[in-house]
C-alpha cells in the first residue's frame, strides 16, 4: 500500500514511525515549514520531518495547499505518487477538496478524542479542563467539515486524576499508532465498517488561549486542578508570576486564594477544598518541586495569593 503521510507535531511522530517500522511504501512526507526559534531565530524543522529524513523519506513543506503555486505544485506531486491513501495526524492545514479525493482509499484522519466528542484543534486539553474521566483516539474518513467524516476505528483509555495534558498527550499518541495500523490493516482486508458520526453529539474544542491559564480561586478546587492539568495554571505571587504545572485536591479549606498549609504549599478554593501545588515555576527561576521551591522561599499561612 503507497502512502502519504500529512502531519506536523511530536503527537503526529509515532504513527508516522509505525508506518515506516510495518514496512508500508512513504514516497512523502507533508508538513509544516521550518519555524525560527531561541534567541539567535534559528530554523527548526518540525519533529515530523526529522522523523522523517531517519526513515529517508523525502519531505515536502508547501506553505498552503488551497492556493498559490505551493498548492499546484502539491496537487502535480500528489498526482505523480498517485498514493493508495493519505494519512492526516495532526498536519495544521485543511485539506481541499481535490486531496481528498485523490486517493483510492481517501483521506485518514487520527484524532485525539472519542468522536463526535472534542472535535477541532485542542481535544487533549478541553477534555482535561471539562473533567472527563475518558476520552481515546478515532481514526476517521475526512471530509469538508471539520472532523465530521465517518467514524473507522476508536481506541479508549481512562484519564488519571491527576494526569497533565502532557501525559495524557503521550499516551494518546502511542494509542493512535496502533489506532492507524489496525484501520489500515482493515483497509486491506475490506473489513472497515465505517460509523456516521452523531452531530447532536459533538462538541468542538476550540484552541486554547493564553488568558486561561490565570487560576481562578473563586471557582472548586476541581477546576482550579483541572486548569492546571489541562493548559498550566499561574497566579501572582508577591507580585510576580507562579507557574503551576502539577497540582492534587486537598480537603483543607479557608478564604478562597489564600495559603492554608504554608509546609504543602495548600491555597484554598470556592468550594471548601483546596489545592495542593507538586510543581510550580515561580518568574526568574527554574522549573521544580513545591518542597524545593519551598526550601528557598518562604510562604506564609493566610498569604493571597492572585
Known amino acids: 500500500m503507497k502512502i502519504v503521510f500529512m502531519g506536523t507535531p511530536d503527537f503526529s511522530v509515532p504513527c508516522l514511525k509505525a508506518l515506516a517500522e510495518n514496512k508500508y511504501e512513504i514516497p512523502a512526507v507533508f508538513t509544516q515549514p521550518d519555524k525560527p526559534k531561541g534567541r539567535g531565530y534559528k530554523m527548526i524543522p518540525p519533529p515530523v520531518k526529522a522523523c522523517a529524513l531517519e526513515y529517508n523519506i523525502p519531505v515536502y513543506q508547501p506553505l498552503s495547499l488551497r492556493k498559490g503555486d505551493d498548492a499546484e505544485k502539491t496537487m502535480e506531486i500528489l498526482k505523480n505518487i498517485s498514493p493508495d491513501v493519505i494519512i492526516v495526524v495532526a498536519y495544521g492545514q485543511i485539506l481541499p477538496k481535490e486531496i481528498l479525493e485523490l486517493p483510492e482509499y481517501g483521506c485518514i484522519n487520527i484524532h485525539a478524542s472519542l468522536l463526535p466528542q472534542y472535535r477541532g484543534a485542542a481535544p487533549i486539553q478541553r477534555c482535561i479542563l471539562d473533567g472527563m474521566k475518558k476520552t481515546g483516539v478515532t481514526s476517521m474518513m475526512m471530509e469538508e467539515g471539520l472532523d465530521t467524516g465517518d467514524m473507522l476505528i476508536s481506541a479508549e483509555t481512562e484519564i488519571g486524576e491527576n494526569e497533565t495534558a502532557s501525559e495524557l498527550h503521550d499516551r494518546l499518541s502511542e494509542m493512535g499508532a496502533k489506532v492507524l495500523i489496525e484501520t489500515l490493516k482493515a483497509v486491506e482486508n475490506d473489513t472497515l465498517e465505517p460509523k456516521k458520526q452523531d452531530d447532536e453529539k459533538s462538541n468542538y474544542a476550540k484552541m486554547i488561549t493564553k488568558d486561561m491559564s490565570l487560576l481562578d480561586f473563586n471557582k472548586s478546587a476541581q477546576e482550579v486542578h483541572n486548569v492546571i ?20 485536591i486537598s480537603d483543607r479549606s479557608g478564604e478562597p486564594g489564600t495559603v492554608i498549609d504554608e509546609k504543602n504549599f495548600t491555597v484554598a478554593c470556592g468550594d471548601g477544598r483546596g489545592v495542593t501545588f507538586l510543581e510550580v515555576q515561580y518568574e526568574g527561576s527554574k522549573r521544580m518541586t513545591s518542597d524545593n521551591f519551598l526550601r528557598g522561599r518562604k510562604i506564609t499561612k493566610g498569604q493571597k495569593l492572585g
Open 229 to 248: 492539568r489541562g493548559i498550566t495554571g499561574f497566579t501572582m505571587l508577591d507580585g510576580k508570576r507562579l507557574k503551576i504545572y502539577r497540582s492534587c
